[in-house]
């Protein structure tokens, strides 16, 4: 799980260009959406076809990301629960 | 206070009919346009609904009589059609015997033709033109060749607002004199750009779009184009023209919140129409009608919505928005609204708002369902693109 | 009605240099754009994280615009934005292209997407200084004094608005190009057509 949450972050790093923001920063339990670390409607979006590209979870309804993206803590664990890759 | 600038012809192809008469005709039969797609081969084929102009670029070519060589993207063809339509509507037969020009606008481009071209005109050499006519200007080029306007012309790139912002742009142009006439609107055709950028999204519908609806789940996504002729009053008066309506009112403004997405508030949208009033020195209570952006999606009828009642307050006029016919025509969609809101004008008829049921409870604001009669003299029309850019527009009666 | 307007301050991006009024205030020899972008953001030393996730073209218009305009959005500004250039949103469409090129690895990025216009800049921009004001993005082949005077010239005259920030922001492959003034009610040069063109060409 440890593994899982830093690839996470080094992911969302890089594919939303969260150039501010270094690994030691990043908590596992950071509010990703709103005062934590910042992240918009846009990057949540770009979370949807990170999910499907990189873990085949496939989302239809951009509502439930809001529930998964919580944070890396929420995140790692939905993953490791439903990916296919 | 003037009365405006006066539009003396128009001219449209969309997913509900090929001139100004066949889109009045499906405007008031309830015949909408939204089907799924036929002429481009895309995955999402089955997911999707478009209002697609049921003509190959085969038959678009054959009925322009363009050479075989010709390397005109599927935009500059719609737009050609349409310009030429308001041109003759406006009983030009010397385009130069004034001082006119050509506002255009697009978002797509030549972007049809790229994406189908571009690999392969590394080998094959002849295919290296489509990539020539990928430019957002290539189309307004070849809508002025094709009139043979050697004046001004321009193309705006606005997003969802660009066609709202060349009927400007033209308006104040005519008022200050630098042009007698000019021809303002706009073209965009369906691409698997557009198709699959909306699709990732997730703003589009896999049914009919509802706007205003509470339980709307996106947009269609159409092609289409359409352009108004506009003229000076000195113009109208020496060629005794018949003037179908006036541009009274205009404004744009920067909802400056984010990227794509409107604010709650609808602070753009609410500061567009306000200055639109202003310039067309008319209050709230004198708009009849209001054709929306209404794209259906969650997002803008919620903006939209509050920022009507942010001006409006409780004293609503009709309201619709044609989008449920036509698909989101991107940045063709004013120029077809404008065109729409004329027609209103000149036979006192509200267009309904297809597809509606139940009320965004937020704002429980009620269109029009249905093919009204009554006296028109003010029409409003909104068009809200990308990049905060929000954009009004308002004709009165001739 | 002919008041006179004054340029108050201009700025020049390209060949890796920033000048502002014509003085060199930035240089760096980084071939890579997105790079040098980032160099200048970092010589300005703002704190604000949503630069990055811009495309190219909007980097651009951002860093022109914020060697002009100052950080206070205490008070409501009315200044109107007015850009054009003759490549449209071509950089970035072509990478979003790239993203939906390959069937076998088929990952349409949405942030990509949402660039592929060219007036995302002015909406990036706007967030930024809370400009509320009238914005358009024109695209013409080259830079075009005549236009951008009359437009502006017409904004402020008409009492549109009290400044107007305009130019040209062009990307195209690998050359880029700023050329962004603040015209107002103050400055140093006068705002005419030949004083544009005169700016433009130096």
């Avoid at chain 2, 184009?225 to 541009?247: I, N, P, T, W």
Wanted: glycine residues 6%; aromatic residues 8%; negative net charge.
């Amino acid at each position: 799980m440890e593994d899982l949450k830093l690839e996470l972050k080094k992911n969302i790093i890089e594919v939303l260009n969260l150039e501010d923001i270094s690994l030691e920063d990043f908590g596992d339990n950071d509010s990703l959406f709103g005062d934590g670390i910042g992240l918009d409607s846009i990057d949540a979006l770009e979370l949807i076809v990170m999910l499907d590209k990189d873990y085949g979870i496939r989302l239809s309804d951009p509502k439930e990301g809001k529930k998964i993206f919580e944070s890396i803590e929420v995140m790692a664990a939905y993953i490791a629960e439903h990916r296919t890759k | 206070m003037s009365k405006g600038v006066a539009i003396t012809g128009m001219g449209i192809i969309s997913s509900i009919g090929k001139t100004v008469e066949e889109n009045f005709h499906s405007l008031i039969n309830k015949t909408p346009g939204i089907s799924t797609i036929d002429g481009i081969t895309t995955v999402h084929k089955d997911k999707i609904k478009v209002g697609e102009v049921k003509i190959t670029n085969k038959e678009l070519c054959n009925f322009l009589k363009l050479p075989t060589t010709n390397n005109y993207s599927r935009t500059a063809m719609l737009g050609e059609i349409a310009a030429k339509e308001a041109v003759k509507n406006a009983g030009i037969t010397e385009i130069n015997s004034c001082k006119t020009g050509l506002i255009s606008s697009t978002s797509v481009g030549g972007m049809d033709l790229t994406e189908k071209y571009y690999y392969s005109q590394f080998e094959e050499t002849e295919n290296r033109r489509f990539i020539e006519s990928h430019s957002a200007g290539d189309s307004s080029t070849k809508i002025a060749n094709s009139l043979g306007i050697t004046g001004f012309v321009s193309t705006i790139s606005t997003a969802c607002s660009s066609a709202a912002n060349a009927i400007m742009l033209g308006a104040r142009m005519i008022k200050a004199g630098k042009l007698d006439r000019v021809i303002v609107g706009g073209a965009d055709c369906l691409s698997k750009f557009t198709i699959n950028g909306f699709k990732t999204l997730m703003i589009l519908s896999e049914t009919n779009c509802r706007p205003f609806d509470a339980d709307r789940t996106g947009l269609n996504l159409g092609e289409a184009a359409a352009f108004l002729v506009l003229e000076s009053e000195e113009c109208v008066k020496r060629d005794h023209k018949k003037v179908l309506g006036y541009v009274s009112g205009y404004a744009n403004a920067n909802d400056a919140f984010h990227q794509t997405a409107s604010s709650k508030d609808g602070e753009g949208a609410t500061l567009a129409m306000k200055k639109a009033l202003k310039v067309a020195g008319l209050t709230p209570e004198e708009i009849d009608y209001i054709n929306a952006h209404g794209t259906a999606t969650e997002n803008n009828d919620a903006s939209e919505s509050a920022a009507i009642r942010r001006i409006f307050g409780e004293n609503l006029p009709s309201i619709s928005s044609t989008k449920a016919y036509t698909g989101h025509t991107l940045a063709a969609a004013a120029a077809i609204e404008a065109v729409y809101s004329v027609l209103a004008l000149q036979n006192n008829t509200v267009f309904p708002n297809l597809n509606f049921e139940t009320p965004i409870s937020e704002t429980n604001i009620i269109p029009e369902t249905e093919v009204i009669q009554k006296e028109l003299n003010h029409v409003l029309s909104n068009s809200f693109g990308f990049g905060g850019n929000c954009s009004t527009l308002i004709f009165s009666k001739a | 009605m002919s008041e006179k307007f004054y340029i108050q301050k201009y700025c020049t991006i390209k060949n890796n240099v920033v000048s502002v009024n014509g003085i060199e205030v930035f240089k760096a020899e980084i071939s890579d754009k997105k790079e040098f972008f980032k160099s200048v953001y970092q010589f300005l030393d703002i704190k604000y994280s949503k630069f990055f996730k811009m495309d190219n073209l909007s980097k651009l218009a951002f860093l022109s615009a914020e060697f002009l305009l100052d950080e206070d959005v205490s008070e409501e500004k009315n200044t109107a934005i007015i850009l054009s250039n003759n490549a449209s949103s071509l950089d970035t469409d072509r990478k979003y292209q790239d993203s939906i090129n390959d069937s076998e690895n088929y990952y349409p990025s949405p942030a990509v997407f949402v660039y592929t216009l060219p007036n995302i800049g002015i909406g990036e921009i706007s967030i930024r200084h809370q400009l509320k004001s009238e914005n358009g993005f024109f695209v013409f082949d080259k830079y075009n004094a005549s236009f951008h005077f009359n437009y502006e010239q017409s904004l402020l005259q008409n009492n549109k608005s009290d400044s107007v920030l305009a130019g040209w922001v062009n990307i195209d492959g690998d050359s880029y190009e700023a050329f962004l003034y603040l015209i107002s009610e103050k400055g140093e040069f006068e705002h005419t057509e030949n004083k544009l063109k005169q700016l433009y060409n130096t």
